[in-house]
Nanobody
Framework: QVQLVESGGGLVQAGGSLRLSCAAS????????MGWFRQTPGKEREFVSA????????SYADSVKGRFTISRDNAKNTVYLQMNSPNPEDTAVYYC?????????????????WGQGTQVTVSS
C-alpha cells in the first residue's frame, strides 16, 4: 500500500506562486507514475499534470501548461507541483495520485492511490 499526503495548499494572490508537495510512504514510489488532479464543487476531478517513474517524462493539461511544473525527488519519496502565475480559475482541491508503472495516465481511473487533497484558493 502507498499512502500519499499533500501539503502546501493555501491562499495565494493571482500572479503569485505556490508549491504543493506530496509525500509518499509505505513503499518507494521512484518507479511509479505520479499525478496531480484537481476538483471544484459540482465538477469531476480533472487532470493537471503527471510525471513518469520510468524516464521522468511529464504531461500537463493545456490550462496549466507553461505555468505549472511537476517534479519529483526520489530520495525524499516526494513529488511537487510548482504553481506559477495562478489565476482564480485554478482554485480547487488538489489531489496527488500514484500508479505503478511508466505510463503517464491522464484519467483518474488510471491511478491506484490517492491523497486526501489540499485546498488552493487564488484571489484576484
Amino acid at each position: 500500500q502507498v499512502q500519499l499526503v499533500e501539503s502546501g495548499g493555501g491562499l495565494v494572490q493571482a500572479g503569485g506562486s505556490l508549491r504543493l508537495s506530496c509525500a509518499a510512504s509505505g513503499r518507494t514510489v521512484s518507479s511509479y507514475t505520479m499525478g496531480w488532479f484537481r476538483q471544484t464543487p459540482g465538477k469531476e476531478r480533472e487532470f493537471v499534470s503527471a510525471i513518469s517513474g520510468y524516464d521522468g517524462s511529464t504531461s500537463y493539461a493545456d490550462s496549466v501548461k507553461g505555468r505549472f511544473t511537476i517534479s519529483r525527488d526520489n530520495a525524499k519519496n516526494t513529488v511537487y507541483l510548482q504553481m506559477n502565475s495562478p489565476n482564480p480559475e485554478d482554485t480547487a482541491v488538489y489531489y496527488c495520485a500514484a500508479r505503478p508503472g511508466a505510463v503517464v495516465a491522464v484519467v483518474t481511473r488510471g491511478y491506484n492511490y490517492w491523497g486526501q487533497g489540499t485546498q488552493v484558493t487564488v484571489s484576484s
